[in-house]
């Protein structure tokens, strides 16, 4: 594997492990050191346990087409869409001065969209 261009996008879990999935189902997987192995099967394994292997690409296009309206900035959305926030507390820890730039409504409204947008965390 090689880097053409760092810091080119934030991918959500759900992006990292699929380009996880297509590397290992791949026939020159034996191409791949044996640490660079370990590391797809352990960080796939990982991200496996999460709502990231729930997700699809039509859930994820949803989901930031509805949360535009909130003013996110691309990093809290992401982490939103990775760590499926279930209250306010956590959605104030996820958004950056969210006391001044969401209301309580919004906050509701937020956590709303991500309980019907989301696959759940069962």
Same mark, same amino acid.
């Given at each position: ?40 099967? &352990? @960080?796939? #394994?990982? /991200? $496996?346990?999460?709502?990231? %292997?729930?997700?699809?690409? *039509?859930? !994820? ?14 990093? &809290? @959305?992401? #982490?939103? /869409? $990775?760590?499926?926030?279930? %209250?306010?507390?956590?959605? *104030?820890? !996820? ?28």
């Amino acid at each position: 594997m090689e880097i053409v261009k760092v810091n080119a996008a934030l991918l959500s879990n759900y992006e990292v492990l699929s380009i996880l999935s297509d590397v290992n189902n791949k026939d020159n997987k034996k191409d791949l050191e044996p640490n660079a192995r370990t590391i797809v099967y &352990e @960080t796939s #394994q990982y /991200l $496996n346990q999460f709502v990231a %292997s729930k997700q699809s690409a *039509q859930v !994820i296009s949803d989901f930031v087409k509805a949360v535009r309206s909130f003013g996110l900035t691309e990093a &809290e @959305t992401l #982490q939103l /869409l $990775n760590l499926h926030p279930t %209250s306010a507390v956590e959605i *104030q820890l !996820i958004v950056e001065e969210s006391e001044e730039r969401l209301t309580e409504e919004q906050v509701d409204a937020l956590l709303e969209i991500i309980e019907k947008t989301l696959p759940g965390k069962e």
